[in-house]
């Protein structure tokens, strides 16, 4: 059984930094993709940042030059910085492996002073 887990979110002051870390555990072959999702109250869930098994990255407008992805081996990190009070959300992360789709079950994120 495949199992991802968030953890990293937390309470920060606008402009403050955060690392959300997604560990994926169980049987699963290769991944081919990974990808933080954020949804916040009463909006649609956007794909935030993803990278794929290759190395390759994409990031949505809004968070270009502040956010950044990486991974190893069954982990993916999102360093955030230069927080706003409108990056808060639950992030969660999302894993692709052979047609598979595993999500977790998400940390919250709140930017506020």
């Not at 979110?9 to 990808?35: E, K, N």
């Amino acid at each position: 059984q495949v199992q991802v887990v968030e953890s990293g979110g937390g309470l920060v002051q606008p402009g403050g930094s955060l690392r959300l870390s997604c560990l994926v555990s169980g049987t699963i072959f290769s991944i081919d993709a990974m990808d933080w999702y954020r949804q916040a109250p009463g909006k649609q869930p956007e794909l935030v940042a993803g990278i794929t098994g290759g190395g390759s990255t994409n990031f949505a407008d809004s968070v270009k030059g502040r956010f950044a992805i990486s991974g190893a081996k069954n982990t993916v990190y999102l360093q955030m910085a230069n927080l706003k009070p409108e990056d808060t959300a639950v992030y969660s992360c999302h894993v692709q492996s052979r047609g598979i789709d595993y999500w977790g079950q998400g940390t919250q994120v709140t930017v506020s002073s």
